[in-house]
C-alpha cells in the first residue's frame, strides 16, 4: 500500500510560558549585543555611517529651502540609522580588538567618514534646533494672541452695557450688529 503522505502544516514555536508547562527547553532569544554578537565590520560601519551622513544632509538642504513635506520621513531614517550605529557600537565595545585587523587604509577611511559626519551632523543639528525653535515660538505667539483675543469679552453683558473686560480695550471694544427688523 502506498499512500501518499499529506504534508505536515508547519508548526508554530512553542512560547516561552507553553514550553515551560510542558517541560520542554527552548532556546533563548539572544540580542544582537550580547555574547555571541557578530562584531561590525569596516565596511558594514561605514556603510551606516555612509546612510547616516547622506540623510542628514537631505535633512539640511530642505530645511534651508524651508521645505518641510519629507522631513518626517528624514527623522524616521536618523533613528533607525542611528539605533543601528549605536548597537553596532555596544558590540564594539564588547570585542575591542575586531577592527585591529582590518587593514590600515580602511580604519583611516572609516576614521575620515566619521570626522565628515561630525561635521554634517553638527550643521544638522544646529538647523534643526533652530527650525523647532523658530515653530515653537510661532505657536507660542498664536496661542498668545488667541488669549489675548478670548480676553476681550463677549461683548455686551445682560444689562446691555459692556462687560469690565471690553470697556477697558478702547479701540477693540465690540460693535453690536443687533438689528431689530420687526418695527
Known sequence: MNQKQQPQPARQPLS?????????????????IGQGAVPPTVAELSDL??????????????LERFSYDGLERSTEQKRIIS????????????HPDALASAPEGERKQLEKLLGEMQTVGKRNEILVRTARDANQKLLNAVIRGATKQNQLGTGYGKSGAMTALTANYGSRQPVSLFSNETC
Do not use: C, F, H
Open 16 to 32: 516561552p510560558r507553553a514550553a515551560q508547562r510542558l517541560g520542554v527547553d527552548t532556546p533563548r532569544m539572544m540580542d544582537n
Open 49 to 62: 555611517v555612509i546612510q547616516l551622513k547622506d540623510v542628514m544632509q537631505e535633512e539640511t538642504a530642505a
Open 83 to 94: 539605533g543601528l550605529l549605536r548597537d553596532k557600537q555596544k558590540v564594539l565595545r564588547k
